[in-house]
């Protein structure tokens, strides 16, 4: 087995305010800790108040200086492509290079009528994103529709990690992407994941794993944690949640790099956002 990474989801505006703690303090406490990586989502309307995903992640950028700024995940579908490109293209200059690209297809219905881009074209349009962002982010010509577009300034590929647990997304990661990054599984479901990816693809590719729960005591449990999740998303949760100390959150981290992961992205389920993430980063120390 590998060095596995492991990155951190930086804190909603809700807990942001319950904590008093703004993004770009939360950035620099997730770098000084040691962690890896930190990641936003992408969102246009969930319910909830959330700010855009390129505006966060470059804020994220400027006041950092070493770890990687991830979009789990950035939807360029919803999006014109060659705009989408640019927002991209962006965010990998002002980090210095800094960005993982994760990209998905998914998102509430809701949204996509709110972009006013038929929901029904979200595959056919993501896969013509993961083939044509490459060229777009070199700046080499691209023919979109009636147009050639050259975009400028051209920017280093990052690496693009292929949203989702389904097995679209894995042949996905396979054809166009750098890697897989599926969501709340367990690890042997990753395993599977692995094998199937490795079967199709040409070389090897990262995997992720964005993964949830509460380290330390006077938080959520793994059973109510569990039940929010399969509220939220109707699965199956019971053993997802990683919840303890920071040595038992290490073993289940240990499990996922044994599955083949490379990389595990953890949001927090409860508990004091600064708390938790000096807690993951003993568990990442552990490993």
């Keep these: 087995m590998g060095e596995m990474k492991v990155g951190v989801v930086l804190p909603s505006l809700e807990v942001q ?5 703004d993004l770009r303090v939360a950035a620099r406490h997730a770098e000084a800790a040691g962690m890896d990586s930190v990641w936003l989502g992408d969102h246009l309307m969930t319910g909830r108040p959330s700010l855009d995903i390129v505006a966060a992640l470059a804020t994220a950028a400027a006041v950092t200086d070493r770890i990687s700024i991830g979009a789990g995940v950035f939807v360029p579908a919803i999006r014109p492509l060659a705009w989408a490109a640019k927002q991209v293209a962006s965010l990998q200059h ?3 290079g800094r960005l993982i690209l994760g990209v998905g297809s998914g998102g509430d219905a809701r949204q996509w009528a709110a972009a006013e881009v038929d929901y029904a074209e979200r595959g056919p349009r993501t896969d013509r994103a ?4 490459p060229a777009l ?3 080499e010509r691209v023919r979109i529709g009636a147009h050639n577009v050259e975009l400028s300034p051209a920017v280093t590929r990052p690496p693009i990690w292929v949203g989702n647990a389904s097995p679209i997304a894995i042949r996905r990661a396979a054809r166009a992407g750098d890697g897989w990054f599926p969501s709340l599984i367990p690890p042997a479901q990753v395993a599977a994941g692995a094998a199937r990816l490795a079967e199709l693809a040409d070389s090897p590719r990262d995997i992720a794993v964005g993964t949830t729960g509460a ?23 019971a053993g997802l949640p990683i919840v303890g100390s920071p040595d038992e959150a290490a073993h289940r981290l240990n499990e996922f790099r044994a599955a083949g992961a490379t990389h595990v992205v953890m949001g927090f389920a409860d508990g004091r956002w600064r708390d938790q993430c000096d807690l993951l980063a003993q568990s990442r120390h552990l490993l």
């Design 17 to 21: 305010a319950r904590d008093g703690i």
């Design 130 to 133: 993961l083939d044509l962002l």
């Design 137 to 139: 982010l070199a700046g």
């Design 215 to 237: 380290l330390g005591d006077g938080v959520s449990g793994r059973a109510r944690i569990a039940a929010a999740i399969a509220n939220a998303y109707g699965i199956e949760a």
């Design 94 to 96: 002002l980090s210095g």
